[in-house]
């Protein structure tokens, strides 16, 4: 279904192309459909859409294959960036995307984002960092804060037994082959509207050949932290950006230029 | 250790010295490789390394992964876009490939992978062994599948298989493993390569390339309902009754009078062979079968064996594997007996000869037909 304007009004909002008319099955106030929809804006802008293959994860973003318009396919947990490897290796041409939570990039996958990184990769990361494992139901993950309550952390992370979260966008920037590196936030407009530029950056990158892109997204999942949506925003700005900057962590020269 | 510079550049049909790995690297390359992704082990490695050059050369995608986990899973990547994909290791980075190896199966995907098996279990050795019979054509991962299993027993074959192999596995969207034990690949012997096709451009109607001017396509091993899952596992278990009903393979010698069977694939096959011709010069009448597929099993020419023929004898390079697969394809009808080498140790013909002549001796005693 085509959204059109009443009579003499001009259609300023729609369901981006690069979006699938279909529901998704995220929580109400979950980020995970923000952070899909400025995909999807930034896969039409730059005119992407036909020539991406999205390689979904494993966790709550599981069927954002089915969520995209574009061909897609659905790696075990924590592989889609070597996935995404195979698929960029032999279709050069494509733009290749991988979309990541924090379980499925920080702990399972580590060894596969920091080499896929590290060998420059021609393929654009989305890592979505809400701090637990949301489709399992709540546990910790490698991002939870020092004492965040989580379904097995239930006294808050105690940093002496699970030691310190891990600041992913910091590490990966130390490696050559990682060309644009960020972290940026989705708990407020202004955010979200940074969050969107960066993608578009990061897609350009891989499109002018210049390495590996990521952009980290502060995300909420108000269901397994136990609180509202708008708590959940708040929460976001008032524990996790202190712990994880909003900042630019790699930005090599020839980014600057595009 | 160097790349064989002679493969490759000596594009002639003659036959020529070759050690299985390289073989088998060459092979792959000739028949349309499109892109290999691996990780070094011995005794595979010469694969790997022949391959770094070979493609690069011929600007195909090569590519050493960081793990076993990375390799596979960059093949079912490369094989999600409809390219031609091969990865090859031994025994423990096998263990480590079966999670995508499940992925794959899930998906529907053709690939060839080669598991040149080294003693086991654990880090175990590096010499030639038979240990992953049941890993490789019972759990090559987790759910319920089983890949086409092909097994060579010389270079030539090794060779022959490889092309084989990527024709099945395009042919029924299936997975095929080429079973190799150390010795086929590291030995050397002359052999004839196939010659060079070039690489297949045209995409399967599944394969992800961008969905331009079409609907999108999703490579996913997800069915969420068990009526879906289960329709989906009925249509793997349909597709393996096609396999076994079409592609069954197998050598056979002196089959049509014998009184004891023999039965080994691989290297054993081939030493059992030696031994058979031993025993038949010492006037017993003992015939051999070589399985080539060890999945789907030769089980429809075993059970036909077993009709007229008095006993088996298994021969294996494990405790006694691919044994159970001979008792059921007998059904009772003979005894089974096995003769096996463990920890790496390729049985001599003589020691092949002894375990046969003892089987013969039992069953001519205690079971005449
Ligand atoms: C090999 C394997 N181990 C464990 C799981 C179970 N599992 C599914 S999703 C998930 C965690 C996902 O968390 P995250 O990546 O943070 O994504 P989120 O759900 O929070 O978006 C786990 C552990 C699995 N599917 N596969
Ligand atoms: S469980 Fe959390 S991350 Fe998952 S959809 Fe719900 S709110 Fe979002």
Redo the contacts with the bound molecule.
Sequence with gaps: MTIQAPEGMELIYSRPESLAEMHTHYCPGCT?GIAHRLLGEALDELGMRERTILVA?????VFAYNYFDTDACEAA?GRAPAMATGVKRTRPDNIVVTYQ????LAA?GTAEIIHAAARGEQITTIF?N?A?????GGQM?PTTLPGQKTRSSPDGRDVEIAGFPIRMSEVLATLPGAAYIVRRSMHDVKNIRKAKKAIITALKVQEAGLGFSMVELLSS?PTNWGIQPNEALQWIEEHMVPYYPLEDYKVIEAVKNL | MPVDKDVGVNDTMAKQMLKGNIAIAEAALRAGLEAYFGYPITPQTELLEHLSKRMVDEGRVFLQAESEVAAINMVYGAASTGARVMTSSSSPGISLMQEGMSYIAGSELPVVIVDVMRGGPGLGNILPAQGDYFQVTRSAGHGDFHPIVLAPASVQEAIDFTVLAFDLAEKYRHMVIIAADGQIGQMMEPAELPEMKPINKVRPDWALTGANGRGKRIITSIYLSGEEMETFNQKIQDRLVEIKLNEQRWAELYTDDCVLLVIGYGTAGRIARSAVEAAREKGLKVGLLRPQTLYPFPDDRISELADYTEGCLVVEMNAGQMVDDVRLAVGGQIPVSFYGRMGGIVPLPDEILEAIEDTYEKLTIHTPK
């Excluded at chain 1, 994860?57 to 973003?61: A, L, M, N, W």
């Excluded at chain 1, 939570?101 to 499925?104: I, L, M, N």
């Excluded at chain 1, 637990?132 to 399992?136: K, S």
Aim: overall charge negative; proline content about 5%; charged content about 10%.
């Design positions: 995970h994860p494993v966790g709550c973003s947990h939570g924090d379980g499925d399972i979505i809400n637990i494992y949301g489709m399992t993950a999942c």
